[in-house]
């Protein structure tokens, strides 16, 4: 049995008018993430980074392992390598966004061209990072992506 619990979603957080605080309600959503990068650092790197800021993150070395997981499931954002052996990050951009086209799509690449970069955001990226990258520069760009969509970090 479950103990009853007053439902306070409505509920501004303060009464004088100042900004409401963090919700440390369980029921809202963390915003979800998943990385795929066929360089295991790449992945060592970003999964604990983004879940130290508190976002859920999935990681995947292997194209078609993740494609089978957006398959199974919606994310928020994903961040994406260029280059892979398999399936490369625009056929996997493709395949997310025929799926789910308002999942954003952020691309990590080490071979960073001008063409490369058009074609990314013609195909519906959000946003192309150059590696080697700041891991604050991928942050960035997801909290831009939380910004506009409304999502809660």
């Known amino acids: 049995m479950i103990p009853d619990t007053p439902d306070t979603s409505d509920t501004p957080g303060t009464l004088d008018g100042a900004a409401p605080g963090p919700d440390p309600s369980p029921r809202r959503r963390r915003t979800s993430i998943l990385v795929l990068d066929d360089e295991p650092i790449v992945c ?6 983004f879940q130290k800021a508190g976002y859920e993150v999935e990681a995947f ?6 494609l089978a997981r957006v398959e199974e499931r919606r994310f928020d954002v994903v961040i994406t390598d260029l ?5 490369d990050g ?3 951009l493709g395949k997310v966004k025929a799926l789910y086209p308002d999942t ?3 691309v990590i ?4 061209t001008l063409e490369t970069a058009r074609e990314s955001f013609r195909k519906g990226v959000f946003d192309f990072v150059a590696k080697p990258f700041k891991l604050t520069k991928i942050l960035d ?3 831009r992506i939380e910004k506009e969509r409304g999502l809660v970090p």
């Open 104 to 106: 954003d799509v952020i």
């Open 44 to 49: 060592k790197r970003l999964k604990p980074f």
């Open 83 to 87: 280059k892979m052996q398999g399936l």
């Open 109 to 112: 690449t080490g071979f960073a």
């Open 61 to 66: 070395t292997r194209p078609a392992e993740a």
């Open 90 to 92: 625009l056929a996997f």
């Open 141 to 143: 760009g997801v909290r």
